[in-house]
């Protein structure tokens, strides 16, 4: 098949490459996001293959359907950019690949929190400047604290198995509760409320969608525990930035790690360290010494970037054949 990849940069390319030695597709990169400005660049495509930020409006869509496409094959779990009644309405399909490697990104939000409550991050640019002072570095244990998780799917729940190794208390909220799960590790499934009031650390792995817009706002952040920790690895738009930045700049938060942000469209993945930061909220979020951002990374594994090469183009591959949609959405 003939497929246009989107927002594609070195690391994607290898790893498509690499797997589509097995499939056979024509791949084209291209480096700019899919939408409507460069929808175009995909005539003649049976198949588009966006990335997380890219925005498949009803118009991109009508564009691409014009230009014959047939297939979205996203390269991601989350689908939150793309307009699936419009897709729907155009006759296009949609794929993603819903699961590529939990650990990926569960592991990246540990990996955040250990930063944050060691200081490594602060650490580290001391050494390299000869300064081996200890003042203001005290953390705290992982042990024996309360570890509340938001979205106990499959993200949540490796999360919630290296919370447990820990030695934390594992609280869980879901509308979908996977009670053998917790029972097998010990943890609980409470009210959201009650997670947000006892959890000394509160991770988020639920997706977002007009339900889930601004989940954490500011009643939530004030609900929190003075001096809880937030990590979100899931979606920018799941937590409100102004109210994120008031909590912060009130010392309510203990700290903040972001793996995402409700604005990154534009910003992630683009190296702007010669133009500078245009959005006065992420430049605000970046002074706070006890908030840790990276950019989007958490599926930045050579496991998770096979996963979903491999993934994406038997995707591709078993729309080419009529075969039924096995990862459709919508
Ligand atoms: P999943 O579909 O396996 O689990 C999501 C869980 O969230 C489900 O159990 C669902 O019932 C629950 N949920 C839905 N609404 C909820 C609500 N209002 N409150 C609490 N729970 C709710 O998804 P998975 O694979 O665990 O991924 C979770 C999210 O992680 C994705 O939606 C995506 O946004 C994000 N993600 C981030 C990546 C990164 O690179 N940072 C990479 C992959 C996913």
């Known amino acids: 098949m003939k497929i246009a990849v989107f927002d594609s940069h070195h690391y994607d390319q290898q790893a498509l490459k690499l797997a589509n030695a097995r499939f056979g597709h024509q791949l084209q990169f291209f480096e700019p996001r899919l939408n409507a400005s460069t929808a175009l660049l ?31 094959a996203l390269r991601a779990a989350g689908f939150n950019g793309i307009d699936l ?17 939990p650990h990926a990104v569960a592991e990246h939000a540990f990996a955040l929190l250990l930063t944050l409550v060691r200081k490594t991050h602060r650490a580290y640019n001391r050494v390299r400047e000869a300064d081996f002072s200890l003042d203001g570095l005290v953390g705290f244990d992982l042990h024996g604290k309360t570890l509340g998780l938001i979205g106990t799917g ?58 889930t817009q601004h989940l954490i706002d500011a009643a939530a952040l004030a609900a929190m525990k003075p001096g809880a920790i937030l990590i979100n690895t899931s979606r920018g738009g799941l937590v409100d930035t102004g109210a994120l930045i008031a909590a912060l700049k009130s010392g309510h938060l203990g ?16 190296d702007l360290s010669a133009s500078g930061i245009a959005d006065d909220q992420l430049a605000r979020l970046t002074t706070f010494p006890n908030v840790l951002i990276t950019s989007h990374q958490g599926f930045l594994t050579r496991e998770a970037l096979a996963n979903i090469a491999e993934t994406t183009l038997e995707n591709a591959r078993a729309f080419a054949a009529g075969e039924p949609l096995r990862n459709a959405v919508g």
Do not use: M, W
């Open 255 to 270: 700290g903040v790690a972001l793996d995402v942000y409700e604005l990154e469209e534009g910003v992630f993945f683009q």
């Open 85 to 101: 009644a419009a897709a729907k309405q155009l006759g296009i399909a949609v794929a993603r690949v819903p699961a590529y490697s």
């Open 42 to 72: 995909a005539q003649g495509f049976e198949a588009v293959c966006p990335f997380v930020n890219c925005r498949l409006d009803a118009t991109t869509l009508a564009q691409l359907q014009q230009g014959g496409t047939r297939l979205v």
């Open 154 to 211: 499959k993200i949540g729940q490796v999360a919630a198995r290296i919370g447990a190794g820990f030695g934390c208390r594992v609280l869980l909220a879901d509308p979908q509760p996977d009670t053998a799960f917790a029972t097998s590790i010990g943890a609980h499934y409470v009210a959201r409320e009650t997670l947000l009031a006892e959890s000394d650390i509160v991770s988020l792995h639920l997706p977002l969608s007009p339900q």
